[in-house]
């Protein structure tokens, strides 16, 4: 159980049994048979398939912290186990090197003979009291000691080598887990879970009722992979990506940049790149499947992602040039059809830094009638036409120039910052003289100036009103969109599929929602039947449900029905750029405000704007509150610098 913690983190360090995968040994003695430990055990918990990332300990800090220590490990690990001889030491920290040797798998008699074999006979008597954790403490001491303690080994003479040996002799035989063995378990639980960080542990958390899924019917029609090539190709990409996100994580640029370079230079070895805003031959691109939104299971598709970073870093080493030939490969094949607004967007500006401003114009009218650019792309990609349509190279403004170029309401308010640092959010003085954030200072003016009540939400109120109004919308039986029983919501949410494969029951609900107090009622129902269930969007702690009727009867039926049918439409992304904050006050009649809260050098991203002028359009009080430093203090920030 515990042993195999090996990888990367071990390497090195442990002995050679242990780093083969070598597990507890005399102290599972008479406890687990070598069946177990070769994972022909375990029964309904394992569900017969004893998975890699399980083994190595991939297990949540609930299994860590004994949850299991009734069910799962009767009759095979006691509790003295779970709770003393591994979580005690190892969730504290304790757990170094040489827990990593494999010490925690030996008695603690055991441990203090190591102690004896290995360290000054000085050292016994205090030994012989000490616990778990003060003895793996001192032999972790020994054990990162380049010399041995006097009159205990030969002078010179390295501890490890010794410590390793005597650790063998007291530990006896131990099984190794084929290496080949867990890759298949692996491959298996990846084909069942098909989310990546899902395990066995969800079977026990479930079971357990730690952890509730929603009822829905399991519905595939056909495999998500069609062949093993296609699948192999698949965990590669995601082991790709997951060394990618460590390196841009840790801003490691240089080895984030060799970790995708490969895969651009694939890219760009291919086949001939063509311009997608000419009528020219378009180079031929493996067909995605049939259900469209299953295309995030190929390698391809995650490809397109771990390159889009690669675009950024072209970008960063600028060289525009490139990344305009990257974007146009993008721009030509099928995959993630959310990022083509995106790609567009980059490819008009990488292609106004080369100086074609023409050609950075036409991709940018050529993004505008990509079915898949939508929302805030759309927006954006407005803006930029708006800006680069000037004579000569456009003699008519486009018909959206008015609308994108307007302005919302802004309303401004003096605050004192506190500090003033890049890269560190702002913090300001309140009314209250507490430091506060932007929005909390916000929150404070409208309390004072109007009465409003308010929370700093940032679209989490309009996703939980979402989720909890179209419940049974989304957990309707459509197939292919629920493939595994521990999934939080169907797989094509957030794509153009969602509302055509339910168009009957959204336009229903909608119709129901624009009834005067239906949506209190639906509220109440779903959050009776439904509370504490997992659900994607949904923040069960964030409001309490008098608070979240409150602010349904504050928007109104009409309004509240035109927020569900833009989230029906972009339920994945649609929230983003959603205001900052929410506020209600039922006196002197029922009302709702959003507010987008700027600092003092923020300004509005295009998702933001395009929510602003969608919430406006349904009716709603949108505007912007600008946080500015008072002139005097400006003065005295400018002398200091």
Known sequence: MLGAVIGPFMRGVVTRLFMLGAVIGPFMRGVVTRLFMLGAVIGPFMRGVVIGPFMRGVVTGQFMRGVVTGSFMRGV???????????????????????????????????????????????????????????????????????????????????????EHAWEELAGPCVRLSTAGLAVAERVQLLFFLTPG????????????????????????????????????????????????????????????????????????????ADPTEDAPKPEAEAPPPVPFLGRFRAE???????????????????????????????????????????????????????????????????????????????????RVVRLAKPPRRWRKPSFAGAVSQQPKQTTIQGRPMNCEVGRKSRFMGHDD?????????????????????????????????????????????????????????????TDMFRAARQEAVELRLSQLREPGMAVELLT?????????????????????????KIATCIGATGLATICSILVDGHGGGGSGMPDLLLWREEPAPMVKLVEVKGPNDTLAEHQRAWITSLEMAGLDVEVCKVEIPSSQVKKRRKKS
């Not at 309009?462 to 179209?470: E, H």
């Not at 129902?525 to 997992?534: A, D, K, P, Q, S």
């Open 434 to 494: 507490e430091t506060c954030t932007v929005e909390e200072l916000a929150l404070q003016h409208y309390a004072q100036e109007g009465g409003w009540e308010g929370i700093h939400s940032e679209g989490s109120i309009f996703s939980t009103l979402f989720t909890l109004l179209m419940w049974d919308v989304l957990f309707q039986d459509v197939p292919d969109v629920f493939l595994t029983p521990f999934q939080t919501g169907p797989m094509d949410v957030g």
């Open 301 to 383: 598709w995650v490809h397109a992602r771990l390159v889009t970073h690669g675009v950024s870093l072209l970008e960063k080493r600028r060289e525009y040039r490139r990344a305009v030939a990257v974007l146009r490969r993008l721009l030509a094949a099928p995959w993630c059809p959310d990022k083509r607004g995106n790609w567009w967007s980059r490819l008009s500006l990488d292609l106004e830094h080369l100086g074609s401003k023409e050609a950075a114009l036409r991709a940018a009218e050529t993004g505008l009638d990509d079915p898949a650019v939508r929302w805030g792309d759309r927006v954006g990609l407005q803006r």
């Open 77 to 163: 690990v006691t509790g003295l186990f779970m709770l003393g001889a591994v979580i005690g030491p190892f969730m504290r920290g304790v757990a170094t090197r040489l827990f990593m040797l494999g010490a925690v798998v030996l008695r603690v008699a055991e441990l203090r003979s190591l102690v004896r074999r290995t360290g000054a006979s000085a050292d016994a008597p205090a030994a012989a009291s000490m616990g778990l954790a003060d003895l793996l403490d001192l032999l972790e001491d020994r054990a990162l000691s380049s010399q041995a303690p006097a009159g205990s080994l030969a002078p010179g003479t390295s501890l490890l080598g010794s410590i």
């Open 525 to 549: 129902r779903c959050w009776e039947t439904n509370f504490g269930v997992m659900c994607r969007g949904m923040k069960w702690e964030v409001v309490p449900l008098p608070e979240l009727c």
């Open 198 to 273: 899902q395990g066995l542990a969800q079977f026990l958390l479930r079971d357990l009722g730690t952890l509730r899924y929603p009822s829905y019917r399991v519905w595939r029609t056909g495999p998500v992979f069609t062949c093993t090539a296609q699948l192999h190709q698949y965990e590669a990409a995601l082991a790709l990506e997951i060394e990618l996100q460590g390196h841009l994580e840790a801003n490691e640029l240089a080895a984030a940049w060799a970790t995708v370079e490969p895969l651009l230079q694939a890219l760009e070895c291919g086949l001939p790149v």
